[in-house]
């Protein structure tokens, strides 16, 4: 039989593609999954210690939920999801960049964990009994520029409660961040602000129409120092005068030393004394970490409201760790008035840099495989597969190499592994139900039976 020629313009050349993932992404392998699992269950034991509930919401949202409430930078920063079908056919225009990306794109990958809760909230109320305290553990997406502890992908852990106005949701937040960095070993520093103070300040100053543009420049102090926050000021029109005034209350340490500078600011001395009633809660707790006072709390969010959170690594030079604060006005967003909001988050990405940059891991081989067998032949294979079943109904990680090779194919893979204990089976093991068993960190080896064997893993 004869096959027709391929004529060479019908011909088709394949290339293969290097693989690759977007940058700001990463792949996790088990150990990186199984500490950051440690960190997720050690967090999740603290929620509902504190008695939140778990939800999660979907990947994507609506770009309408997601903008105007991150922020003019938190809007660009925003991932836009293209429409399926014909999209580009209801494009009429490049000239407006923004009317076309309503036009071609009606979803986004959630910017955080807030904003999607407060939706949740508002579409699910009639089920929902107030206050409601949830913890959520989730991946966000931010289009910033990657960089050590920041990526374009990565997990928060959040705690909110929405329902209630009282302070002591303020309180209570501290002892969780307190509590949960205490459990993973992290020494942090816990410092709180108000945004009503920062409001106050904007009064003073005269420059009310200008306070987002404030806020902006006086968080980013701590990475571009006092000059910077001045240049950028002097940038968005703010006079020396309001500069100078704005520096003044930058300096001051405590609540006291505000007092005389707010006094003719209504909303700044709420601020001072929502500050002072939390921190009149906390004098009488016993806390593992430092929460401090720190005037110069900004956080760009736009919807933050009361009290202001951020958390650093007292060891390792990285950034915030953990951030949240109150925000009374989110639901109203999606039509819901009334219900005030207040939470935290733990960036579980930053954290993990930190405990592995300070060895806190704990061993985690109770989350992996705790003992493997190697088999010398087929019937030993078979006798293996039987011992295994007893070793895992007794609740111990165990494998069984899945083929008969060379023995030293076998401890080449429970090395790579890293497998703490081989159980060795061959014809004299199958003959006196004892199994050879090495102790992989020990570099010991004894002869025992798998009721002896299991009850030692077990303990």
Not at 181 to 191: P, Q, R, W, Y
């Amino acid at each position: 039989m004869k096959f027709p020629l391929v004529s060479p313009k019908h011909h088709r050349t394949f290339i293969i593609m290097k693989p690759s993932i977007p940058q700001g992404t990463r792949d996790f392998g088990p150990k990186t999954v199984n500490k950051r699992n440690f960190i997720f269950n050690t967090l999740k034991q603290v929620f509902v210690k504190y008695g939140f509930q778990p939800i999660e919401t979907p990947t994507m949202e609506n770009l309408s939920t997601l903008t105007g409430k991150y922020g003019e930078e938190g809007d660009q920063l925003l991932y836009k999801v293209l429409n399926s079908k014909d999209f580009l056919s209801k494009a009429k225009s490049l000239d407006d960049y923004k009317k076309l990306t309503f036009e071609i794109c009606k979803k986004g990958l959630r910017y955080d964990l807030t904003v999607p809760f407060a939706r949740y909230v508002v579409m699910n109320q009639h089920e929902i009994a107030f206050p409601f305290k949830r913890y959520q553990i989730q991946p966000v997406w931010r289009g910033d520029r990657p960089q050590r502890g920041r990526y374009r992908e990565f997990y928060q852990c959040d705690v909110d409660v929405v329902g209630s106005d009282s302070l002591i949701n303020e309180v209570e937040l501290v002892q969780i961040y307190d509590e949960g960095f205490a459990k993973l070993g992290v020494d942090a520093t816990i410092k709180l602000n108000n945004r009503k103070i920062l409001a106050g300040l904007a009064e003073v100053a005269n420059i009310k129409d200008k306070f987002i543009s404030m806020t902006i420049a006086i968080d980013k102090l701590d990475k571009i120092g006092i000059e910077g926050v001045r240049k950028e000021m002097t940038s968005h029109e703010i006079p020396n005068e309001a500069i100078a005034k704005i520096e003044a209350v930058l300096n001051a340490d405590t609540l006291e030393e505000l007092k005389p500078i707010l006094a003719h600011s209504e909303t700044g001395m709420k601020g001072i004394e929502e500050l002072e009633t939390i921190f009149d809660y906390l004098k009488d707790i016993e806390l593992t970490n430092e929460v401090k006072f720190d005037v110069t709390l900004a956080r760009g969010l736009n919807y933050y409201t009361g009290a202001i959170f951020e958390v650093s690594a007292n060891n390792v030079q990285l950034g915030s760790i953990g951030g949240g604060g109150r925000y009374d006005d989110l639901t109203s967003n999606f039509g819901l008035k009334g219900m005030p909001g207040v939470g935290v988050s733990f960036g579980a990405d930053r954290i993990y840099v930190v405990m592995d940059e300070l060895n806190l891991f704990p061993e985690l081989s109770k989350d992996s495989t705790q003992l493997i067998f190697l088999a010398m032949d087929e019937e030993s294979h078979k006798y293996a597969f039987q011992q295994l079943q007893k070793v895992r109904k007794a609740g111990i990680n165990a494998e069984l190499y899945p083929e008969v090779k060379k023995f030293q194919k076998q401890m080449k893979y429970a090395n790579t592994r890293k497998v703490p204990f081989i159980a060795i089976v061959g014809e004299d093991e199958r003959d006196s139900g004892v199994l050879g068993v090495k102790n992989m960190r020990a570099g010991t080896q004894e002869n025992i039976t798998v009721e002896a064997l299991i009850e030692q893993l077990s303990t």
